[in-house]
């Protein structure tokens, strides 16, 4: 009896179950030499985001705010050499801008502090390039604080962009560049309340004396985790990565995981961020960027997960004669399904103009678009199907809109599935949405979609990586059988939710 627990205990120890089904592994971990392709696979099936990652992923849609002395000189990059007396909003109202982004469905909204002209909205101690030298309020406002103040009011969350490059700072290519970095993030981190993300641009140019900066990246990010241990650092930071474009467009596949070498954040080129280029050899701009083949050749991987930026004008500063060339409803939300849709967070550009409100066209094209969301994705149609699972239990986990609860198959060698969806009546829709539960890791690689035409399966949509949030759309189905097929995981696939939803055509 005892030989007999010993040795099931023992095959167990060596069953491939056990040697799979390893413990999840928070953010980032380093892989040894001897390690095996599988055994990569797997540490990268596991690997979950940190806390801070899992909240910012779940927000999806992120609000951006260029405002600054541009807005009033009519420019993109102003060079430090503005009269701060330009600054002058005659009617700046935070409530307004934080309401309008909150009613389009947003949940957090990071202010431009300080663009590369150096000029800041709130009144630093550290320069006199900033609004306490504006004719707006007397030299007595602060943006930040006044925005932190409608964050707090209206429930949002709030985060900081500060821009690296800086073209007024007299001590820029210096070390005491550095220093004054450090004094200007801790006045931002410690004024005013929580901060949930922080975005440092790639941009890096010269400064005023002709010299470029050598930035202490390190010691930033250990300030903003003493300070602000909730915030992502995004893009020239280690929690956030930029998707590698400006056109709000993610990849098809798009996994969070990636080599972490592909993590050095040295940045050698000056300009927007597409003519940025990391060292030594990460490529944030590739088809794919965490395959298994590039996987398997890594030093560490990192949980590292895509945010797509773009604006909602042709700018990213509010411009008189952009007012006509303001995205549509429908084209913000085709960059809705190819961002969130494709597992990143939308950061989508709202820069208030020079009143200091978000303009008209704007927020009546925001929200045009959010009622275009709510109309396709208010009423889940599988809610009412009864579910097959080819492996696995807990079909109802699958449609009862709690992201927490999933569904995954039986055992971690089970890497295909098909869940197969029935309706009493023929339903009608063009939209799938898919959702793995992050939380037990990035897994699927492939997956299709049939239903059934009264003779055959009929495949209707299909794709790679789904992570966070996987959206599709394909032409009007109307049918009472449906069938997902996983085609191919890294380990056993999990999903959190399956939506069939109806979008009208208008
Ligand atoms: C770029 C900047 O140079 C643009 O002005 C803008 O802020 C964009 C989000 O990032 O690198």
């Keep these: 009896m005892m030989l007999k627990k010993q040795l099931t205990l023992l095959s167990l120890f060596f069953s ?54 541009n807005t009033f000189t009519n420019k993109e990059w102003g060079d430090g050499t503005e009269d701060p007396k330009l600054f002058n909003p005659t009617n700046l109202n935070t409530d307004q801008w934080v309401k309008t982004c909150k009613d389009a469905g947003f949940k957090l909204v990071i202010l431009t502090a300080k663009h590369h002209d150096g000029f800041c ?22 943006v930040m604080k006044e925005l932190a103040a409608s964050c707090k009011k209206f429930g949002m969350h709030l985060g900081v962009y500060l821009s ?21 993030l801790t006045e931002l981190l410690t004024q005013y309340g929580k901060i949930d993300e922080v975005w440092f641009d790639g941009a890096n140019g010269e400064g005023p004396n002709g010299k470029k900066q050598e930035y202490d990246f390190g010691r930033w990010y250990k300030l903003i985790r003493q300070l602000q241990p909730q915030a992502v650092i995004a893009v020239m930071g280690p929690d956030v990565r930029w998707v590698g474009t400006e056109t709000g467009r993610g990849r098809e596949t798009e996994w969070s995981v990636v080599p972490a070498d592909a993590q050095s954040q040295e940045n050698i080129a000056a300009g927007s961020q597409s003519n940025v280029i990391y060292k030594p050899s990460g490529d944030m701009m590739g088809d794919v960027l965490g395959s298994r083949e590039q996987i398997i050749k890594a030093k560490a991987l990192v949980w590292y997960p895509a945010e797509t930026d773009v604006s909602i004008r042709p700018g990213w500063f509010y411009h008189d004669k952009e007012n006509n060339n303001v995205k549509t409803a429908k084209q913000l939300n085709d960059v809705y399904f190819s961002s969130v849709g494709r597992n990143g967070v939308l950061l989508l550009n709202i820069p208030p103009n020079k ?16 009622a275009m969301r709510y109309n396709t994705f208010n009423k889940n149609i599988a809610k009412s199907a009864t579910i097959q699972l080819s492996s696995g239990k807990h079909p109802k986990a699958l449609t009862d809109g709690n992201y927490h609860t999933f569904w995954t198959s039986s055992s971690s060698k089970d890497t295909m599935a098909t869940i197969t969806f029935s309706f009493a009546t023929n339903q009608k829709f063009n939209v799938l949405c898919l959702q793995e539960n992050i939380k037990v890791g990035q897994r699927i690689e492939k997956f299709n979609a049939s239903y059934w035409n009264g003779k055959n399966w009929e495949p209707f949509a299909s794709g790679t990586t789904v992570g966070y949030k996987r959206l599709l759309t394909f032409p009007e189905i109307n049918t009472r059988k449906v069938q997902l097929n996983i085609l191919s995981s890294r380990l056993n696939p999990t999903l959190s939710e399956v939506g069939f939803y109806f979008e009208k055509s208008d």
């Design 164 to 184: 690296p490059w800086d073209r007024n700072s007299k001590l820029y290519g210096t070390e005491a560049y550095n220093d004054y970095f450090i004094n200007q």
């Design 355 to 370: 009143n200091g409100l978000i303009q008209t066209e704007d927020s009546l094209h925001l929200m045009q678009w959010a």
């Design 121 to 142: 909205l709130w009144p630093s101690k550290y320069t006199e390039h900033s609004v306490k030298n504006s004719l707006w309020k007397n030299g007595k406002g602060d």
């Design 16 to 69: 491939p179950f056990i040697l799979f089904a390893q413990k999840p592994i928070e953010y980032y971990t380093t892989i040894s030499p001897n390690e095996s392709a599988n055994q990569i696979i797997n540490k990268a099936a596991n690997l979950v985001p940190a806390q801070r990652q899992l909240n910012w992923q779940q927000m999806e849609l992120t609000a951006f705010l260029h405002f600054g002395i």
